[in-house]
């Protein structure tokens, strides 16, 4: 019998523990994370709520309940180094240790890593501390160009010309911004193309590759609106998406392997956990977006509603370093995952009222909650998301579709992702940019 801690509260969280809850592995589940999510707490031996800003707390409940293997969700505690401080305990963790995480935790690691093996998959970049010289670099691109806070944001520090930033003074204001609170940030190039995430299992060695996802990070429906966490996810029954080619996925799988190498031979630490990479195709070939060092969210929930493998035998093999001996295998279906949020999220999001839901649906993933004397209760951030599985997308969305608009409170949610006109929009835009 071995203990397990579940370290988050998300709906990423859930479609974990319903994973390690499959396993045939006799073990016991703990959870530890800032609110009581019910529908981890009913599959837990016990839940303590608990902030992960406070490490040596965490790591003190690990110890106490006897843990042997930790799973960690988040990127907060990854860059708090919660993985450095249970390891010294001898817990076994999957996710990365600070110092390989950083390919998530600094956009500007990240960026250089991939110069180390093809820098044509990164934009024109510089990285700014100060004003300095921002105006001349925002001309020099053109007047296309993303500016990202360096650090984490979830996903809300990024703004994109003609988008977010209308002009140059209202880019210099975002950058001032930025500056004033202390922080640096980078400008990129913009590139123009379709997003998509593919994520791999890896050892630090070896990727096992997931099926490539599509979020929709823009707010609201016609993909406008300013940058969330990400509202919805698609996938296709294929694992691939209907305007990528075979090479494509390749070259975005070979870019996750490539990665992890270097991340290895720079740190002289192994990657452990789930790695994730964030592509753009291009007029000019698969570009880089973003690295994370963990499960996508709503991307998780996508893939782990399709995956057969015992989830338990790939964390054993994540941290053994054996995932090269172990066949990964995901159903050929299509997903859809529509994401509800409070009215006014991300930039003013309404909270604590109440979340009216079946809990035990099995498409239902509760994330932003807190229970409290059996009412479910929304605390501001994406409040629920619900998954609709099937080998045809069409009834996949359907499903998706009924089971958001069924969720009660003061929600809204993107009624396009997944649908047949939105994935035709998408395959049309890629044509249009591959010329
Ligand atoms: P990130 O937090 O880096 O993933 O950025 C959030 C979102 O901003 C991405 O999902 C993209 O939609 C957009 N974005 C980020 N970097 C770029 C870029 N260089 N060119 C175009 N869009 C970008
Ligand atoms: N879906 C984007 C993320 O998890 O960062």
Redo the contacts with the bound molecule.
Sequence with gaps: MRNVLLVGSGAREVAIAKQIKKSSSPLSLFCVAPTTNPQIKILTTSYFEQSLNEIEVVVGVAKKLSIDLAIIGPEGPLEAGLVDALEKEGILCVGPRKNVARIETS?AFARNIIDLFDGEKN?ERMEFSSLDGVKDFLKNLNEQY?I?YDGL?G?K??K?SGEHLHSIEESLSYAKHIVDGGGTFLI?????GE?FSLMSFCDGTYCAHMPAVQ?H?RAFEGDVGP?TGGMGTYSFADHSLPFLSKEDIMAAQKTNERVAAELYKKTGEKFRGVLYG?F?LTGDGV?V??YNARFGDPEAMNVLSLLETDFMDICNAIVAGSLADLKIVFANKATVCKYVVPVGYPNNPSKDFEVVCNTKLDGLYLAAVQEKDGVIVATGSRTAAFVGVDPNIVIAERIAEKGATDIGGNLFHRKDIGTKDLIGRRKKHMKKVLG
């Design positions: 956009k934009p993303v990202k944001m996903g520090g990024v994109i990129e190039e913009k590139f123009i997003e979020d990070k940058n964030g753009m570009k977006i973003e």
